[in-house]
C-alpha cells in the first residue's frame, strides 16, 4: 500500500500515523521529496483499513499495490487448478466441463431421463436445484431434501457428478453426498455460508452476486479458500444493467479478464444471464471462445411445463446440437471435450 501525504504535514504527525501500521505488524518506509511525503507499507496489509486512511488529515490518497485476494490470485498461484471428480469429469486447465440439467429437480422421471439425456450428448457433470432461491415464496420452492436423493438416483444411472445449490450452511448435513456444491448470485456474499464451506473438501461452484464486481466476487472465492478448501470453480451468470430484453447482461469480459487475475476456473452460464433459450446456442460458443473453462446450462424434457426457468431451458435435442457444435470449435481455443 502507498500512501502520498499533504505537502504541509510535521514529522511528528508522520511519527504518530507510522506508530498505527507498526501497531498492525506492518513495516512503514518514507520517501521524502520536494513536494510531498510517501509512505510505502509493507508486509500484510490485510487488516488496514484503507477507507480509514484515506480519511485522515495528513493523507492526500492512498493506494494498494497488492491485491486484497491471495489464494485466488495467479500472483501467487501461476498454475491454473483443475477440479478433477474422476471419470473423465474435469473442469480447468484445458478441460471443458458441460454441467447441465432442468432449473429444478422435479420428479424421478424427470430428472433420471434427463440425465441419461446430457449424459448421452457428451454433459460431465448433472445440474438440478433441489432448494430453489425463488423471488417470490409463492412460487415453487424445490423439492429441498428429496430433490438431493433424487439427484443420486440420477447419478447412480447416468454415472454423472451431481451439482446442486446450497442456500443455508444449515443445510450442509443434506449435501454430504453432493459432488459439487453451488452457492447461487443470491448468496455470493452470504459470508457465513462461504465460511462454513470453506472447512469442507468439495468443489465450490461460486455465482457471481447479481451486482457485484469482479473484485468482490474474488473476495467470496477467498472467504472459501481462506478456510482451507481451494477447490472454487467460478461462475459468470450475467450481472443487471439498465437493459431489459434479457433477464441479465452477460459479462462475457470477465472470462478472459479472470484467467488473468485468478488461476481458479470459470464456467459460464448463458441460461440465468440471458433468460431466453434462443440465445443460449450462441452464447455457449462465445463463452468457449472467450476462454472459458465450461459452461452451466439449463435443460428441460418439457420446458413449456417446467416449474421454474422453462423460457431459458434448452430441449435434450437443442442441447445435443450444442454440443456438436462446441466439439467442432473445441480444438480451436484448445479445448478438450
Ligand atoms: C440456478 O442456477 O438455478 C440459479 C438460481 O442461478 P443464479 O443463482 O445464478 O440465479
Ligand atoms: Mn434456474
Redesign the pocket.
Known amino acids: 500500500m502507498i500512501i502520498v501525504l499533504k505537502s504541509n504535514v510535521t514529522e511528528i504527525q508522520i511519527d504518530e500515523f507510522s506508530r498505527y501500521f507498526t501497531a498492525h505488524n506492518v513495516r512503514v518506509n518514507k520517501w521524502v521529496g520536494d513536494h510531498s511525503t510517501v509512505l510505502g507499507l509493507l508486509g500484510d496489509t490485510g487488516n488496514i483499513d484503507i477507507d480509514y486512511i484515506q480519511q485522515q488529515e495528513i493523507v492526500e490518497r492512498v493506494q494498494r499495490v497488492s491485491k486484497p485476494y491471495k489464494k485466488g490470485s495467479r500472483e501467487f498461484h501461476p498454475t491454473d487448478t483443475v477440479i478433477d471428480l474422476g471419470n473423465g469429469c474435469r473442469i480447468g486447465g484445458g478441460a471443458f466441463g458441460v454441467i447441465a440439467g432442468p432449473?429444478?429437480v422435479e420428479s424421478e422421471e424427470q430428472i433420471v431421463q434427463l440425465a441419461k439425456d446430457v449424459k448421452a450428448s457428451g454433459a460431465t457433470f448433472l445440474?438440478g436445484?433441489a432448494f430453489?432461491?425463488r423471488t417470490s415464496p409463492y412460487a415453487f420452492q424445490g423439492l429441498r431434501a428429496s430433490g438431493i436423493e433424487l439427484l443420486h438416483q440420477a447419478r447412480q444411472v447416468s454415472g454423472l457428478p451431481i451439482v446442486t445449490?446450497i442456500m443455508s450452511a444449515a443445510h450442509l448435513v443434506m449435501f454430504e453426498d453432493v459432488d459439487v456444491i453451488?452457492?447461487?448470485?443470491?448468496?455470493?456474499q452470504n459470508f457465513e455460508l462461504l465460511k462454513e464451506l470453506g472447512k469442507i473438501d468439495k468443489p465450490i461452484l461460486l455465482?457471481?452476486g447479481?451486482s457485484s464486481t469482479i473484485e468482490e466476487w474474488l473476495m467470496s472465492a477467498e472467504y472459501i479458500m481462506a478456510g482451507g478448501n481451494e477447490k472454487v470453480i467460478l461462475?459468470e451468470?450475467?450481472i443487471r444493467t439498465f437493459e431489459t430484453m434479457t433477464r441479465?447482461t452477460l459479462d462475457l469480459a470477465a472470462i478472459p479478464l479472470l484467467k488473468e487475475l485468478t488461476h481458479l476456473p470459470v464456467v459460464v452460464?448463458p441460461?440465468?444471464?440471458t433468460g431466453k433459450s434462443s440465445l443460449v446456442p450462441p452464447l455457449c460458443m462465445a463463452a468457449m471462445a472467450a476462454g472459458a473453462d465450461g459452461l452451466?446450462v439449463?435443460v428441460h424434457n418439457d420446458p413449456p411445463h417446467a416449474m421454474?426457468?422453462g423460457a431459458q431451458s434448452l430441449t435434450p435435442s437443442q442441447f445435443a446440437d450444442v454440443m456438436k457444435q462446441l466439439r467442432t470449435i473445441a480444438p480451436v481455443f484448445g479445448k478438450e471435450l
Open positions: 432449473c429444478s445440474r436445484g430453489k432461491p445449490e453451488q452457492v447461487g448470485a443470491r448468496n455470493m455465482k457471481r447479481l461462475c451468470r450475467g441479465n452460464d441460461s440465468h444471464a452451466i439449463e421454474s426457468d
